[in-house]
């Protein structure tokens, strides 16, 4: 192979590598929007329901539960790609059916005031771009309180509503 052949296919697989790169800068850029519109951070960010979000933790999960009667309490997950706490070991598919269908990896249902069922509408362009931007988050190490039964002692604060 003569020198400017192999100058003109090193060329085309940068081009190549660019476009792919740039594919995906795109979708997660729509990923971000989406997450945005969707108001996820307005649920699963540190700080929310304190008045006062930490946005170096975005998407870090919640200290502050809230309280569904006949289930129990529930504390936003962290959804930042963080191994130990977070989305870290989910692939993009398994985001993907939580966010459509409502159920984890581990087959546990999300809590009731997750919109999956809205979600569920979600193109598959879209779902993929949101499951991107997830995985591009940097990760935060933040460990939410454990979800308690209608019965037990929560571990952390949170919210309720009561009926006069």
């Known amino acids: 192979m ?21 594919a995906q800068d795109s979708r997660v850029k729509r990923g971000e929007y989406l997450a945005t519109i969707m108001d996820c951070g307005g649920c ?21 539960g809230f309280q569904i009667p006949g289930l129990g309490v529930f504390f936003p997950p962290n959804l930042t790609p ?9 692939s993009e598919k398994e985001i993907i059916a939580a966010i459509r269908t409502g159920i984890r990896p581990d087959g546990r249902v999300l809590a009731p005031a997750m919109p999956w069922r809205h979600y569920g509408a979600l193109t598959n362009a879209d779902a993929s771009a949101l499951a991107a931007y997830l995985m591009s988050l940097p990760p935060v190490s933040n460990q939410v309180p454990a979800i308690t039964g209608p019965s037990a002692k929560p571990s952390g604060p949170y919210l309720t509503v009561l009926m006069p």
């Open 44 to 64: 699963h960010t540190p700080g929310v329901f304190l008045g006062k979000p930490d946005a170096g933790r975005a998407f870090g999960g919640s200290e502050v």
């Open 2 to 22: 003569n020198l400017s052949v192999m100058k003109a296919a090193a060329v085309a697989l940068l081009l190549v590598a660019a476009a792919g790169a740039q």
């Open 82 to 90: 963080d191994k130990a706490t977070g989305l870290g070991n989910w």
